[in-house]
């Protein structure tokens, strides 16, 4: 799997939205790009993934660069709820079968 | 519908003794897996399996044994608990197939080594 780089923490203010970035410089063509949220201390939460194509669910939007170099997930209003540790990772399975979680991005959102 | 189920959600185990960890899901979900945290780091997978009757190891399978002989269960042993054991175990599990969701992840059980 490509190794995949986040900043270590971010803050955003409630209602505005939060831009995650990921690098992932090595990724290769059939590798998927998934994203996860683990808040406190629960298990983790499949947020979104896409392979090339922009993706948009109920919980997020995740823009994908043209090259596949880096992608940004989008949470478009962010609440308290959302303070979390995010991780981005690159996974040639297609299933996530074999997750590789790094140490993904604080993100807190305040008032 | 529960999702992924495991239990004990807390466990204190004393050096040496042995135990099970259960991971049950209802989703008819192919790929199950099983994951540690240590404080302030990142989830390692321990064991994974593709299918009923097929296991492999992941980065940090050492002190561990894992059976799948039901699709809907994936318990994990540890054979002798050692402190370095002490951490949260994560179960999850996921359809087959590229492109598909991803993993759902159980709530974890917290285990001490003492």
């Known amino acids: 799997d490509a190794k995949t780089t986040q900043p270590p923490s971010m803050d955003c203010a409630e209602g505005r939205a939060a831009n995650l970035p990921c690098n992932h410089s090595?990724?290769?063509?059939?590798?998927?790009v998934y994203w996860y949220r683990q808040i406190h201390s629960q298990g983790p939460q499949y947020i979104i993934h896409?392979?090339?194509n922009n993706e948009t669910n109920e919980m997020a939007s995740l823009i994908i660069t043209e090259d596949r170099k880096s992608s940004t997930l989008i949470l478009p209003h962010a609440t308290l709820r959302d303070t979390a540790v995010y991780y981005c990772i690159a996974d040639n399975t297609g299933t996530a079968s074999k997750l590789t979680f790094g140490t993904g991005t604080r993100l807190q959102v305040t008032l | 519908n529960a999702g992924v189920t495991q239990t004990p959600k807390f466990q204190v185990l004393k050096t040496g003794q042995s135990m099970t960890l259960q991971c049950a899901q209802d989703m008819n979900h192919e790929y199950m897996s099983w994951y540690r945290q240590d404080p302030g780091m990142g989830l390692r997978l321990i064991h994974y399996s593709v299918g009923a009757g097929i296991t492999d190891q992941g980065e940090v399978p050492n002190g561990y044994n894992v059976s799948r002989s039901t699709t809907e269960d994936f318990p994990l042993r540890l054979l002798s608990a050692a402190p370095s054991q002490t951490s949260v175990y994560f179960c999850?599990?996921?359809?087959?197939?590229?492109?598909?969701?991803?993993?759902?992840f159980g709530s974890g059980t917290r285990l001490t080594v003492v």
């Open positions: 090595t990724i290769s063509g059939n590798e998927y």
């Open positions: 896409g392979l090339k």
């Open positions: 999850a599990s996921s359809y087959h197939g590229r492109g598909q969701g991803g993993y759902t």
